[in-house]
């Protein structure tokens, strides 16, 4: 398929451009570079403009013959979100509703959307299905949650079709093909911890141990970006048969707790992680963890990288590559 990504030359995007191009499609970028990176385009077509741009946005998608979006642009930052409500209303819904516009004006009628588990906000159960109710519970998760609902409203009145894909904690790099997450600041505990290892990052806290979990610190699903990589390539090639509207989440549905992460990244590194205890961090549920039997059952897709020491070693390999390489 002729396929556009917005937000390709950033951590998730490039990982799913690799996944489209090995999958034999037609890759074009479109990103402004805010947080993305020329050296993720991977050979393909940038069109560097802003979603917000409406005017060059419908000029660029006109005429390109264009048979599905993957939409990852967006800004991800909760505190960020925080303290900058409208510019990630601005950025997040109204960037998607420019270019869903300019989609449609175009005759482009499928979308896949990155959306996250952050519109869930806290969650009432251990495992988290797509029926779990929607309360985030930050400006971030509200953006995305918006625009999921703005998309169901635009799949019932036209014949766009649109799959959200909820992704739990995306970790883990390409190896293969030297790609790997940059984001500048570095909110990840996987970095973080690699770089507080590596002596190129700040000393890592980590925000409480008075949790009730097993060993007090908060417990996440990991899941590796190619595997959410490959669950994009499943969802824009099967969208025909599945309707004009879906929502799935992606996770492995398997919980660590940031000690195990942090013990993972010191087996990676071979060296220890020093680290303190600092306080809660506001919104931080207990427990996060996916039931993804949906995208199982209706899309076939299943990570095949389920263990935190493979994805800690890769995004080790990935950190030793960026430090001696890009940095
Ligand atoms: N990384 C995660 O753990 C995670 C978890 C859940 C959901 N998500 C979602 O996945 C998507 C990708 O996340 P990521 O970690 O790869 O982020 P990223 O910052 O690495 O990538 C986002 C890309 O979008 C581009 N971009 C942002 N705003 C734009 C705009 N207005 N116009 C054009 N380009 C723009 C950036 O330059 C960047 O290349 C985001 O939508 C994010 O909300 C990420």
Redesign the pocket.
Known sequence: MKLLV??G?????SHSVNALLQAGHDVTI???????HRWALQGCELIPI???DTYHLNRKLKGRGFEGVLH?????LVGESKNQPAMYYQ?NVG?TTNLVRAMQAADIQKLVF????AIFGNPISDLIDEEHPKAPINVYGQT?LVVEQMLQAVTQSSNFSATCLR?F??AGANNTANLGEW?EPET?LIPNALRAAAGTGNPLTLFGDDYPTVDGTCVRDYVHVDDLASAHVAAIEQMDKRGAFGTYNLGNGNGYSVKDVIAACEKAVGTEIPHTIGPRREGDPATLVASAQKAHNELGWSPKHEGIDEIAQSAWNWECYRRDSLA
């Open positions: 917005t937000g030359a950033g951590f998730v995007g479109l990103d402004n570079l805010s947080t993305g802003d979603l917000r990852f642009a967006a800004k991800s950025n960037g990155s959306s996250t588990a995305k992704y904690n995306a984001h990840h």
